[in-house]
């Protein structure tokens, strides 16, 4: 039997009046890359946010590798990392000074070694000692999935990771991300707005629309019932629009 990465039972957070998110009932087997695709507004970072603690929801519940996200928060937060969209570093510091830091906050232990083995598996060593105010998008995106996962994370969360890099940076990242799956066995869920790179990293997708999951399934499961649609920004708007008529 597969385990389960992530669970969400009737999940739905309001922010005031609006309701963000609703009932959302949704599984990612242990192992997978999960794109979570959806329009502008969605309810798709509020889902990130729910689900790596930022935020409580208004009802229901969630679960990662079985640890509850409202009572069981701090084994949730030891078993997840989290790239965010615009990630934070302190850019008078070098890269080291700033994973030494986030290492200590996480509880890394040999924190030297660990630091070098994580850059070493990112193809990212040689910038150690570099402030990283001076540092490209690129390079602080490579900087955050290395603080994202120094405590070794089971369960990787990335917002809109490809959002400002240019054609190398993303293929990169596409790299990255999939020999942190196949090497390391993380399972990553992913919000993305780029369709073509979906369909190259990820195994399997859901879609959101006004905070309602509307599909989900595996992307070769996804290309085989859409045979007359050519790409998988063609089945998503079709599965889109179906949803609006
Ligand atoms: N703190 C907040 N207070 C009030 N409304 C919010 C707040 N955060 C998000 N919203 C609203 O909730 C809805 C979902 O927002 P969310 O950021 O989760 O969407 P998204 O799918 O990530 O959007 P995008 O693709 O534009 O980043 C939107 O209508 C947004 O305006």
Redesign the pocket.
């Known amino acids: 039997m597969t385990a389960t990465a992530i669970s969400t039972t009737a999940l739905t957070k309001r922010?005031?009046p609006?309701q963000?998110l609703r009932e959302l009932n949704l599984t990612v087997p242990t192992g997978e890359i999960f794109g979570l695709l959806?329009?502008?507004?969605?309810?798709?970072?509020?889902i990130v946010n729910l689900l790596t603690t930022l935020m409580e929801p208004s009802s229901g519940t969630a679960e990662i590798n079985g640890h509850d996200i409202t009572t069981a928060a701090t084994a949730v937060r030891r078993s997840i990392g989290y790239l965010p969209e615009n990630v934070q570093f302190y850019d008078n510091l070098t890269l080291a000074e700033n994973l030494i830091f986030f290492a200590r906050l996480s509880g890394v232990r040999s924190v030297g070694s660990r630091i070098s083995e994580v850059l070493d598996f990112l193809d990212f060593s040689g910038h150690e000692n570099q402030r990283m105010g001076t540092f490209s998008k690129g390079m602080r995106q490579r900087a955050g999935i290395a603080q994202a996962i120094l405590h070794e994370p089971s369960v990787l969360f990335l917002d809109?990771p490809t959002s400002g890099l240019d054609p190398q940076g993303v293929a990169k990242l596409r790299e990255t991300i999939i020999s942190l799956n196949t090497k390391l066995g993380m399972t990553i869920f992913m919000?993305t707005?780029l369709l073509a790179e979906v369909t190259k990293t990820c195994t399997s997708i859901g879609i959101?629309s006004s905070?309602t999951l509307i599909y989900q399934d595996s992307v070769d499961a996804t290309l085989k019932s859409f045979p007359d649609q050519e790409s998988l920004e063609d089945i998503y708007l079709h599965i889109e629009a179906g949803q609006r008529a």
Do not use: F, S
């Open positions: 922010y005031g609006h963000a959806g329009h502008n507004g969605a309810g798709k970072t509020t809109e919000n707005h959101l905070g």
